[in-house]
């Protein structure tokens, strides 16, 4: 058994296998991107994924856009919802975790508590109240719903992920910095958050792929076209479908998912470490 | 006399001490915490006590609520019929989908783990599904794919075979949704094989030295061993596994159709309460799911005292 499981035939064949599965499951993937290159009539008679001359008129006719709004309008509406909640995130995440990791305070085990339990929650507890509060608040149709509670911390689980990290780092830095006369502020800004990059990182890739792929609450939010983000704008392609409109569809699909690409490949490794360790779901 | 009563004021300025420097930073702690205690009070516990209120009573976001009692839970488990053909879809689409993708993300994992070649594009190329598998981009690719004239039916009309349209067919429209569950199991795989990487080699050797074969091996060492990541994982795919809704929404266009084949609970819970306004219904559905999930959760703990072994003898 332990003979043929290194035999060179037994190799080979696993990375036949392995590739096989590979190919398969990426094909969907090649064959929307090849696609989006085809004219529309050949999109539904070609089942081999490579177009046989590149036609870039999928991506004009997507990116002039639909309704009246140019595709460039939900994406710039898109990174501006990113940007805010990435940085509320790693901002007010990263401040509650220093206090948990760091600090003694009275209720200390009760909020810890509090926090873990709201990673649990499921949101659909606390949708309806906080949807009455932002209509109270006259914020609904606006990115103040989405990106507000960002800023509030509300997102539990990166304070989890911030708290196990910061305990990792060697807690004689903190006490020679109070020593020269630091305070929890200075040792925060100037010890904890320059050495706590990687998880940083972790928690800024998490939050913008989360917030980029987001469709709930941006569906529930967000009423104007002219206000829609990617995910939103990308579905009217779907309600105007005729077959001759899946060329710009795919287009524009194509183009939703390049920044993803873009933020996993360059950050790769803190996207196995952080699943690896944390079981953070991509 | 006078030295008890010395060390007794010992004793007292000690433990204030002990106090004053275990809480020294409150200021400090308050100040960092803010933004955390104005989101915990105002945007997740509040709400939960007002979502519990309201769920007692009719509230369609126009008028005041009035209380109904325990009505819309009594209609919810006695006349609703949808409610309970949403609950019917998720317990389906939980109970497929969660164990074949985690069965198939342990078997794909094994076949990586041997020290293979090229580990780390496989990894990457396996994960690339979840990466982008969650967007509305790849719901509507696969509504296009799995459709009558779509991808998935020209490749099988080449090998002569019939197919039905699997997204517009009651019978398979959920199990196109599961399918595109199941292929994202890249996170899942990715866990299973930090977890195999803690299986020390000499276990393997040392059975095979005694004959075992690789399918008892399987069962008997790399399986116990492997229990407490398969139960984190187990874990992780029932909660968000029960509050699916992006997949079912686009695919089937926020309809919950054909005939409310992938009306999924969030996405009942959704209709309710943000098309026909029923918000009082759609909190009573959230607690609901809520006591469901931690009742499913509950249940898979408990199991685990019979199938998870912890390696220091189950203390932890």
């Known amino acids: 058994m332990i003979g043929q499981r290194n035999s060179t035939a037994w190799v080979v064949s696993k990375h036949v296998l392995i590739s096989g599965i590979a190919f398969v499951m990426l094909y969907p993937i090649l064959w929307m991107l090849g696609s989006s290159f085809k004219p529309g009539h050949m999109i539904f008679t070609e089942t081999w994924f490579w177009p046989q001359e590149w036609n870039w008129q999928n991506y004009m006719n997507g990116w002039s856009g639909i309704q009246g709004n140019p595709f460039s309008r939900f994406l710039t509406n898109s990174v501006i919802l990113s940007l805010g909640a990435v940085l509320g995130n790693v901002i007010s995440c990263s401040m509650a975790a220093y206090a948990f990791a760091r600090l003694n305070f009275r209720f200390k085990a009760i909020c810890f508590g509090l926090m873990l339990m709201t990673i649990m929650l499921p949101h659909h507890v606390t949708l309806i109240p906080q949807y009455i509060l932002f209509n109270h608040l006259e914020w609904v149709n606006t990115y103040l719903p989405l990106v507000v509670p960002k800023w509030l911390a509300t997102d539990a689980f990166f304070i989890f992920l911030m708290v196990q990290f910061f305990r990792g780092l060697p807690k004689e830095l903190d006490e020679a910095a109070t020593i020269d006369g630091c305070g929890p502020v200075k ?3 100037k010890i904890i958050i320059p050495l706590a990059f990687p998880a940083l990182v972790t928690t800024m890739i998490f939050t913008f792929l989360w917030t980029w792929d987001d469709f709930f609450s941006q569906l529930i939010y967000l009423s104007d076209v002219s206000k829609y983000t990617v995910p939103l704008g990308l579905r009217l392609f779907l309600d105007s479908s005729s077959q001759s409109d899946w060329g710009p569809m795919f287009a524009m699909s194509v183009l939703s998912l390049v920044p993803c690409f873009i933020v996993f490949i360059v950050c790769q490794k803190y996207f196995v470490e952080g699943i690896a360790t944390s079981g953070l779901k991509g | 006399m006078t030295t008890s009563q010395v060390s007794q004021a010992r004793i007292e300025s000690v433990a204030t001490r002990r106090v004053k420097r275990r809480y020294a930073h409150n200021g400090a702690a308050l100040l960092f915490l803010a933004p955390w205690l104005v989101g915990l ?14 769920s007692f009573t009719d509230y369609s976001i126009l008028a005041a ?3 109904v009692g325990l009505n819309n839970y009594t209609t919810m488990f006695t006349s609703d019929k949808l409610f309970t053909q949403s609950l019917k879809v998720t317990f389906t689409y939980v109970a497929v989908s969660v164990p074949v993708k985690l069965i198939f993300a342990l078997l794909v994992a094994m076949l990586l783990n041997k020290g293979i070649r090229g580990l780390g594009i496989y990894r990457t190329v396996y994960y690339i599904p979840t990466l982008l598998g969650g967007s509305v981009a790849i719901a509507m690719l696969w509504r296009k794919m799995l459709g009558g004239d779509g991808l998935l039916n020209s490749v099988l009309a080449m090998v002569g075979i019939k197919a039905p349209d699997w997204v517009a067919n009651p019978k398979y429209a959920l199990y196109s949704i599961v399918l595109l569950s199941v292929w994202q199991f890249g996170s899942s795989m990715i866990i299973f094989l930090a977890g195999m990487k803690q299986i020390p080699p000499e276990y393997d050797e040392a059975s095979a030295v005694d004959g075992a074969g690789p399918l008892r091996r399987f069962f008997y060492i790399t399986l116990p061993i492997l229990s407490p990541v398969i139960f984190f ?8 596994s029960f509050q699916s809704f992006t997949q079912a929404f686009v695919i089937s266009n926020g309809s919950g159709g054909p005939v409310n084949s992938t009306l999924m609970y969030s996405l009942y819970l959704y209709k309710k309460g943000f098309s026909f306004f029923q918000m009082g219904y759609a909190s009573a559905m959230a607690w609901v ?4 999930i931690g009742v499913f959760t509950l249940l898979v703990f408990r199991s685990s005292k019979l199938w998870v072994h912890y390696e220091d003898g189950g203390k932890s």
């Not at chain 2, 009070?41 to 309201?54: A, C, D, E, H, Q």
């Not at chain 2, 799911?289 to 469901?292: M, P, Q, R, T």
Request: no cysteine; hydrophobic share 60%; proline share 6%.
């Open chain 2, 65 to 67: 609520p009035s209380w």
């Open chain 2, 41 to 54: 009070l105002f945007l997740t516990l509040g709400p939960m006590l007002v979502s519990l209120y309201i």
């Open chain 2, 233 to 240: 994982n187990l874990v992780m795919q029932l909660i968000t």
């Open chain 2, 289 to 292: 799911l809520v006591i469901l």
């Open chain 1, 187 to 189: 040792i925060y800004t």
